[in-house]
């Protein structure tokens, strides 16, 4: 069975332009800056560094498919449904690259701080790099299974789901994509942040910078479940609902939801640049050679 979403959809071309033409011309800017400075303005590369810039790349390639959703919106598709397959498979997998990079930031972190000694040996920009490719098979396997599920779907529309067919694996790439990486991260921070309130400090300045560092750590926690739990709650549900043959009206509601908590996880590629670019000690050394960001440092 097909439905449409013909009740709410001048509301929702009219939110996603207003949504998406700013995100897609901040996310651009921020994105276009920091991978600057991290790959033409620093001298060493560091695994943070090799971390960094895959999240740009990842966020960038994300950002490169905001134009063709915008498309999708406003007009029927007529681009041909292999174009819409590779553009959405584009999407899919650097969404999850970006979950699994930010976590992968978390994990690094934890164990440069909780485990110092071990962290000396076991971490390198060579194996940061080892570590960011088998990422992106993992990711480009998942997109994959991904398109499988519709290799036989001629797509009306695009970025916009219009079969109640349930999507047979939908549960395990919440798991596997969001649960899993949610869990890691919030362990890892909680400890990090454990490790950080109960050091001994010497001064007023070495308090100062631990109080930063865990309201850092404590706003990409916030950031990430905020960009990322909506969208996936919304993937759980219709998957359930489908399952269970609900109406249309029900499923229809169900969809607006959806593309409203996409687009607060796709804002997530502008949150990237507050969150952490901003925030790396890295990004900081460099911005000396940019006399437009001094004043940002102060």
């Known amino acids: ?46 695994e943070t560094r090799v971390y960094m810039v895959n999240l740009i790349i990842s966020d960038i390639s994300l950002l490169l498919t905001f134009p063709f959703r915008l498309v999708s919106y406003l007009y029927d598709w007529n681009l041909g449904s292999d174009l819409c397959k590779a553009i959405f498979f584009q999407y899919f997998v650097n969404m ?53 599920q519709d290799r036989d779907h001629r797509f009306r529309t695009c970025f916009q789901k219009v079969s109640t067919r349930p999507f047979n694996l939908a ?56 960009c990322f739990l909506p969208v996936h709650v919304g993937y759980t549900v219709r998957f359930v609902t489908e399952s269970l043959n609900v109406s249309c009206h029900t499923w229809e509601h169900i969809d607006v939801f959806i593309q409203i908590a996409t687009f607060v996880a796709n804002s997530n590629c502008v949150l990237d640049s507050v969150c952490y670019y901003f925030g790396a000690r890295e990004f900081w050394e460099a911005s000396r050679l940019l006399p437009m960001l001094r004043h940002l440092r102060s």
């Open 96 to 148: 999850y690259m970006s979950i699994f990079t930010i976590t992968l930031i978390a994990v690094d972190r934890y164990f440069a701080i909780r485990h110092p000694l071990k962290a000396k040996g076991c971490r390198s920009p060579l194996k940061a790099i080892i570590t960011c490719c088998v990422l992106w098979l993992l990711c480009i396997s998942i997109g994959i299974m991904r398109i499988v």
């Open 171 to 226: 549960l395990v790439f919440v798991v596997v994509g969001f649960v899993t990486p949610l869990t890691l991260m919030s362990f890892c921070s909680g400890m990090v942040i454990s490790t950080l309130w109960n050091k001994e400090t010497v001064g007023a300045q070495e308090q100062q910078s631990i109080r930063k560092a865990i309201h850092m750590i404590t706003a990409n926690l916030v950031v990430f479940v905020i």
């Open 1 to 46: 069975m097909n439905c449409s979403n013909s009740s709410s959809g001048r509301s929702l071309q009219l939110f996603n332009l207003l949504a998406y033409i700013p995100l897609l011309f901040f996310g651009s800017i921020c994105s276009a800056l920091a991978l600057w400075v991290f790959c033409c303005k620093l001298k060493k590369w560091t």
